[in-house]
């Protein structure tokens, strides 16, 4: 897993609450047995119109917003499905972070598992932002390291998060070896706790 | 360990394997289920890090979410569909994990068939790659849909690294009124508490109304909470849970029976247990409710109007425009004057027996409008078997309902199960998302009964007004 200590990146402004995953992954892209090339697909129905052409008034296609690395949203971004396709299409289109006021928990826990930031900042906060990043050229600064967003006109803000989970994206470090630390407690639970006979099975 | 735990905070402290400092405790998994659309990348994952599957006979695969509900032996036409397919059949050969298979007779929506083969027990900690994994909650279990790499991260340790979600009861008092049903229960509480009122948090649903609720009904009731943003839901289990689960094929048998039970009898909540947050709702408030959004909490009684913008915040007016806009329709509109086109009767909602008797109690001897095209699409093999025992597919077929195989289907549209561009829907399903049963198609989340009389009337109807023959 790539390590997030800090970023600075183009802001892309996505003014809408409630951005569920099917709208951030449509399901015809679900199909892929592979993780990379979802890119492609982000936001897809609202990228492109039923012909298969580009929507050019959809913000991430606006030529001032090219190359944004940090997406900011209304409340509550990521609900619904869990399908961890969400992140990997908002990692491979380019974004490093999104930046909202509440997150669904499976779409947050999913973005740590693969080195992606979800940055929770106030209403109020998400309103400013959302009016300077229309601003032509506006970045912000993430530091993991501070838990701070900054930009260069002023704003600066501090945001909550877990601090396994900082420790983690700081580090790059992979869940299952860190698990896998407590492989006798897991066999103890086990032979206490035995896997019923029904279960049991020998694949043929 | 407080001696007044609740149910969930019981089921949480007996699988904390290790607590590790500063890092979310490491929970063991009883049972993992398994499906095709969000496991290949985790096997691949398993590969590449040369890692195995440590406990294959607590996890268990089917396929449902993009098979066909044509015939089965009808070839899959969509090649990526079918690799994805083929991608779960190697992959439990390889790790050693039972697959019920497109032709086996156990295979169903994975949240329909866990409990109906007694794989889904009190007290259990269950996961699936699926956010409607809090189905299993109805037993008085902890379940939570996970994503991918957590998958993985099952399948190598049987193990989950979870922070401890907060606690929220929903009391739900008094009795339902005729004609309504757990999915109107459901619906309501989302619209009361909004689609995150429930973020980060497991629900127990509580209080007369819930008890009174059959397995089924608790399933829906439990398959709804992540609608609500929950992390999981659930019911304490109780006689109506124990009836259910005996004698299923996975559940114990004899003496390990009796002593599964007296461990259950000990799991419901203390009655001083304190819970994060407290919801209470009226059962003889709700009605029969009809979804006219674009997300679950947006919710109206059948008898009702689509809201007036009218003082709302700016930010939810402008979801508010929005949805509207997607779905055709104005503000002030009548409920009753929504005319569909389209009525899909399954999902992992409402597919299983009661649901679909309910529905054939309202189509028999009616005729399906001949502007609509309904679809009924049992759950799982089971369920079809069962329904077909009973008749039921008859009352269906003659009413001019289409009788499918079960699946997934129309409820998320991954198979050729779709809406087309402006088609409406009544739907049993969980979902009302922008092109979530098809690009640009529109729908109305409903119970069973409300979605077979719209089939008949053509548009949303009242049940309670209902002429049963
Ligand atoms: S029926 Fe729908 S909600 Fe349920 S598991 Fe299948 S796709 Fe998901």
Redesign the interface.
């Known amino acids: 897993m790539k390590p997030f200590t800090v970023h600075r990146g183009r802001v892309a402004p996505l003014?809408?609450?409630?951005i569920?995953t099917?709208?951030i992954i449509?399901?015809?892209f679900?199909?892929?047995?592979?993780?990379s090339g979802f890119g492609q697909f982000l936001f897809y129905?609202w990228r492109f119109g039923?012909d298969g052409k580009k929507n050019v008034d959809f913000v991430l296609d606006q030529p001032r917003y090219a190359g944004a690395t940090i997406l900011l949203s209304?409340?509550?971004f990521g609900?619904?499905?869990?399908?961890?396709?969400a992140?990997w299409a908002l990692a491979d289109f380019g974004f490093r972070a999104v930046i909202s006021s509440?997150f669904?928990?499976?779409f947050a826990?999913?973005s740590a598992?693969?080195g992606f930031l979800t940055v929770r900042l106030s209403?109020n906060e998400i309103a400013e932002l959302m009016k300077r990043a229309t601003e032509p050229g506006y970045e912000l600064a993430i530091d993991l390291e501070q838990c701070r967003v900054r930009d260069d006109q002023g704003f600066g803000a501090k945001f909550p998060i877990?601090?396994?989970v900082r420790?983690c994206l700081i580090n790059g470090l992979d869940?299952?070896g860190?698990?896998?630390q407590?492989e006798s407690?897991?066999s103890d639970?086990?032979a206490r706790?035995p896997?019923?006979a029904?279960?049991?099975?020998?694949?043929p | 360990m407080p001696a007044e735990r609740t149910l969930f905070e019981k089921i949480w402290d007996a699988h904390v394997?290790?607590q590790?400092v500063?890092?979310?405790p490491?929970l063991?998994i009883?049972l993992h289920l398994l499906h095709e659309?969000?496991s290949?990348?985790a096997f691949?994952g398993l590969r590449s890090?040369g890692?195995k599957v440590?406990?294959?006979?607590?996890n268990l695969a089917t396929v449902d979410h993009?098979i066909p509900t044509e015939p089965r032996g009808t070839p899959i036409t969509?090649l990526?569909?079918a690799?994805?397919i083929s991608?779960l059949q190697a992959n439990?050969?390889e790790f050693?994990?039972?697959l019920f298979d497109m032709d086996s007779p156990e295979q169903g929506i994975v949240h329909v068939i866990g409990p109906e083969l007694?794989?889904t027990q009190p007290g259990m900690t269950i996961v699936c790659?699926?956010?409607h994994t809090s189905t299993h909650g109805a037993f008085g279990a902890l379940a939570f849909?996970?994503?991918?790499?957590?998958v993985?991260?099952v399948l190598?340790?049987?193990?989950i690294?979870q922070?401890k979600?907060k606690t929220m009861k929903i009391d739900v008092r008094g009795r339902f009124p005729e004609g309504v049903t757990a999915k109107d229960l459901a619906l309501g509480i989302i619209g009361q508490i909004g689609?995150?009122g429930a973020?980060?948090h497991v629900i127990e649903y509580a209080g007369e109304a819930v008890r009174s609720l059959s397995m089924e009904g608790r399933m829906t009731l439990c398959n709804m909470s992540i609608e609500a943003?929950a992390?999981a839901g659930m019911v304490a289990p109780d006689e109506t849970t124990f009836a259910y689960v005996r004698g299923r094929?996975?559940?114990?048998h004899n003496a390990e029976w009796e002593k599964a039970l007296a461990h259950w009898r000990t799991l419901p909540s203390a009655e001083s247990a304190k819970f994060d947050e407290v919801v209470e709702i009226d059962a003889a408030q709700l009605s029969p409710f009809v979804t006219w959004g674009t997300?679950p909490g947006m919710v109206a009684p059948v008898t009702g109007r689509i809201p007036e913008p009218n003082g709302m915040k700016e930010?939810?007016r402008?979801?508010f425009e929005?949805a509207l806009q997607y779905m055709g329709l104005e503000p002030g509109k009548r409920i009753q004057e929504i005319g569909v086109n389209r009525v899909f009767i399954g999902s992992c909602t409402n597919s299983r027996i009661e649901d679909l008797r309910a529905a054939a109690r309202v189509a028999k001897g009616h005729r399906v409008n001949p502007k609509v095209r309904a679809m009924v699409v049992p759950g799982s093999q089971m369920v079809k078997k069962a329904a077909e025992q009973e008749g039921l597919h008859q009352i269906f077929l003659d009413a001019g309902f289409e009788w499918r195989e079960s699946g997934c289907s129309m409820c998320?549209?991954?198979n050729p199960d779709i809406l087309r561009?402006g088609e409406r829907c009544a739907s049993t399903s969980n979902?009302n998302?922008?092109?979530?049963q098809g690009?640009?198609g529109r729908t109305h989340l409903v119970s069973p009964m409300m979605a077979a009389a719209a089939a008949i009337a053509g548009h949303f109807t009242d049940i309670r007004n209902w002429k049963f023959q």
């Open positions: 003014d809408r609450v409630n569920d099917d709208q449509p399901k015809q679900l199909k892929r047995i592979e993780k129905d039923a209304g409340k509550n609900c619904g499905s869990s399908r961890e396709h992140v509440s669904a928990d499976i826990n999913n598992k693969n209403d877990d601090e396994f420790h869940d299952i860190l698990t896998l407590y407690e897991i639970y086990e706790h896997v019923p029904a279960l049991d099975f020998v694949n | 394997v290790a590790p500063g890092r979310s490491i063991y009883d659309v969000t290949p990348q691949d890090g890692r440590r406990q294959p006979a607590r993009n969509d990526i569909a690799k994805q991608a439990c050969k050693g994990i039972r007694g794989l790659g699926d956010s849909g996970i994503g991918t790499s957590e993985e991260h190598a340790t049987q193990c690294a922070q979600p689609t995150d973020t980060g943003g992390r094929r996975f559940t114990p997300n930010s939810d402008r979801g929005l998320l549209g991954m561009p979902r998302f922008e092109g979530r690009r640009g």
